[in-house]
Each structure stands twice: as C-alpha cells, then as structure tokens.
C-alpha cells in the first residue's frame, strides 16, 4: 500500500452506515454535522436514497452522492445493448431512455420483487443466447428492519453458474468504483477513507486500491466480520458516530 497521505476525502456507505430503512442510526445526523466542519470532501455511496435521507433529516447533495446505477447505464450505452432490467422500481429513472424492448442484456440490481423462478428463467435464457450479465453489486446481504436479507449477489452468481457466465460488477466491492467515486475530488485513493457495514464490499474493495477502511457494527455486520478480509479493517467501531469521531481525532 502507498504512503498514507493527509485526508482529503471520506466515502460513506449509506443503508446501514447512516441509516436502516426508514431509521436513522442513532446520532447519525449530528455526526454528519461534525464531519462537515472539517476540511474534507464527502461523497456518498448508494443509489436513490436521496430524499429517503433528506426526510430523516440527512443534510446531504445530489452531487454527493455516487452511484452505481451511473455505471450500469454507461456500460449499457457503450456496449450499446437492450437491458432485461431486474432492477427496483427507484432505480427505473437511472434508466431512461435505454431502449428495454426485445432485451439482449440482462442487469440485475437488488429487486426482491423480480427474484422469482419465472423471472430467473427468463434471464437465463437470454444468458444462454449469448446476452451479457451486468450486476449492479452483488453483494451477499443487507440489512431490514425485520433482519437481514439475500442482495442480489445470490442470484448473480446462481445465474453465473447456471450460464457458465461471468459477470460485469460495475459497484463496490470494484476497484472501479472506488477510482470513479473519487474522480472529480481530486484526491488520490491514499488520501481518503471508506465507512461502511459490509466488510468485504466496504471495506475491502476500498483497502484494495489504497484507502483505509473503518467498518460499523449497525447494518449488516455480524461478529467477526472484520476477521474475514487480510489486511482486517483499518479500524472498527460501534457506528457511524464513533467512525467520525475517529477521524477527527486522529486523522486530521
């Protein structure tokens, strides 16, 4: 890893790191509050959660906030296909303009209500036919207010499987993402830091092109999470609050 430089950027997860659902993690806002006093860029690391976090009070930019959705469409546009979309319904606006008709693509973000056996098979089979596989994430599970559950990362990799296939992940835990989260920053992977709740994703896939990581135990954290990535976690801490209290102290 490259020498650490003085921080200049902080990326923040969003679904489980500021909030669950339509629940703040206690203390969140005030910190965020703390956070943008100090000298340092923020940018925010999830899609349309926008005004979910402004109506729980979450002083935040559209500008802020990078998404993989941005990525998946440019992919679309480059390879110039038609998506099969398997994507929720706040995502579809990322998507207008993209020609869905008579799809020879598939895209799969977390969409619950389309991972169904019909469904499924259906993408299966323009798989088969050659179509190409883009997983917005794929990661393994995140965080209900009824408890944890499947992401789309279960499913892309039945379909991987199943077609003999690889997927395009054009989110975290990407080296990619991380690089086009910063872009516009002008700061270096060594000058900034992640937070987030999923271990591998959050904080590995950050750590793997040269930022430090802090991992929260709200959200999808299990215990030990942070023994199942090498190096382990920059540091580790009870929440979102005790992450900015960190760099605060000690990395500014």
């Known amino acids: 890893m490259a020498a650490r430089r003085a921080l200049?950027?902080?990326?923040?997860?969003?679904?489980?790191?500021?909030?669950?659902e339509d629940a703040a993690v206690p203390g969140a806002q005030e910190a965020l509050k703390r956070l943008r006093g100090a000298s340092v860029i923020i940018r925010f690391s999830k899609q349309d959660l926008l005004e979910r976090l402004r109506k729980l009070e979450f002083v935040i930019s559209e500008n802020e906030i990078f998404t993989s959705l941005t990525a998946a469409r440019s992919l679309l546009e480059q390879k110039q296909v038609r998506p099969m979309l398997l994507a929720d319904v706040r995502a579809l606006p990322d998507?207008?303009?993209?020609?869905?008709?008579?799809?020879?693509?598939?895209?799969?973000?977390?969409?619950?209500?389309?991972?169904?056996?019909q469904i499924l098979n259906q993408a299966f089979r323009l798989l088969?036919?050659?179509?190409?596989?883009?997983?917005?994430?794929?990661?393994?599970?995140?965080?209900?207010?009824?408890g944890l559950a499947l992401g789309p990362g279960p499913f892309v990799t039945a379909l991987e499987y199943?077609?003999?296939?690889?997927?395009?992940v054009v989110g975290k835990p990407e080296k990619t993402f991380f690089l086009e989260a910063l872009r516009g920053t002008g700061c270096e992977p060594e000058e900034a830091v992640m937070i987030g709740d999923d271990c591998r994703d959050d904080v590995g896939g950050a750590q793997d092109v040269g930022m430090l990581g802090i991992l929260v135990k709200t959200g999808k954290y299990r215990a030990s999470d942070e023994e199942k990535i090498k190096?382990?976690?920059?540091?580790?801490?009870?929440?979102?609050?005790?992450?900015?209290?960190?760099?605060?102290?000690?990395?500014?």
Do not use: M, W
Request: hydrophobic content about 40%; glycine content about 4%.
């Open 8 to 20: 200049e950027a902080v990326l923040v997860d969003l679904s489980g790191t500021l909030h669950i």
């Open 95 to 117: 998507f207008k303009g993209i020609q869905t008709s008579d799809p020879n693509a598939v895209v799969i973000g977390l969409a619950p209500e389309h991972f169904h056996y």
């Open 128 to 146: 088969l036919d050659g179509a190409p596989l883009i997983a917005i994430h794929k990661a393994r599970y995140y965080k209900r207010k009824d």
């Open 162 to 168: 199943a077609t003999d296939t690889k997927a395009t």
């Open 231 to 252: 190096p382990p976690p920059y540091f580790t801490c009870e929440s979102f609050p005790h992450a900015v209290d960190h760099i605060l102290q000690h990395l500014l």
